[in-house]
């Protein structure tokens, strides 16, 4: 079964950072672009950032840059997302995504989200 | 970048049929693929439209979706309403690498 489960989300004080990951199961995940969504409260979805195959390319929203790293880790089938200088404008749903084959930037499999809250 | 601008919500009832649009701000709707997701409370989006309008596996045919280039805007339309039907719905496009998301149109069947 082609599955995305995120971890690492929980309660972080403003000013703090986060790890986030997510592990892919039931696919060559090494040919896979592999995305980061998050939602906030009562929101709707947004894109923060992507990360190539091979990683050598990355990409960002504009309100994230300089505030998050995407990368991932062919051999632990696993992307992360590490987010630093949290704000309560960061409380959201994050959620991680798989690029289509041939289309990588229309995400086909999403994981279950993992929810990051931002406060004192 | 552009935007996708969808409605905020709309009603109908079971057995009618409803249409979600999702307009683009800049640039033609027909320059990339445009998706649909569905995102039941509490749920994670799922694949609903892709490349404008093909069907996922396990999708019903009474779901359709079309891109119109005159209106720059993508269409979502489900016909024959089941209480099931009741979400929220996502459009989705990108462009040079990045991804817009519409606002999100929920979808009361009553």
């Known amino acids: 079964e082609v599955q995305l489960v995120e971890s690492g989300g929980g309660l972080v004080q403003p000013g703090g950072s986060l790890r986030l990951s997510c592990a892919a199961s039931g696919f060559t995940f090494s040919r896979y672009y592999m995305t980061w969504f998050r939602q906030a409260p009562g929101k709707g979805l947004e894109w923060v950032a992507n990360?190539?195959?091979?990683?050598?390319?990355?990409y960002y929203v504009d309100s994230a840059k300089g505030r998050v790293t995407i990368s991932r880790d062919n051999d632990k089938n696993s992307v992360y997302l590490q987010m630093y200088s949290l704000t309560a404008e960061d409380t959201a749903v994050y959620y991680c995504a798989r690029g289509a084959l041939f289309v990588p930037h229309r995400p086909d499999i999403w994981g279950q989200g993992t929810l990051v809250t931002v406060s004192s | 970048n552009f935007m996708l601008t969808q409605s905020h919500s709309v009603s109908e009832s079971p057995g009618k049929t409803v249409t979600i649009s999702c307009t683009r701000s800049s640039g033609s709707i027909a320059s990339n693929y445009v998706q649909w997701y569905q995102q039941r409370p509490g749920r994670a989006p799922t694949s609903f439209i892709y490349?404008?309008?093909?069907?996922p596996f396990g999708v019903p045919e009474r779901v359709s979706a079309s891109i119109d280039i005159s209106s720059n805007s993508a269409y979502l339309t489900i016909s024959g309403l089941k209480t099931e039907d009741e979400a929220d719905y996502y459009c989705q496009s990108f462009e040079n690498n990045n991804q817009v998301f519409g606002g999100g149109t929920t979808l009361t069947v009553l």
């Open positions: 490349e404008n309008n093909k069907r």
């Open positions: 990360i190539k195959q091979d990683g050598s390319e990355t």
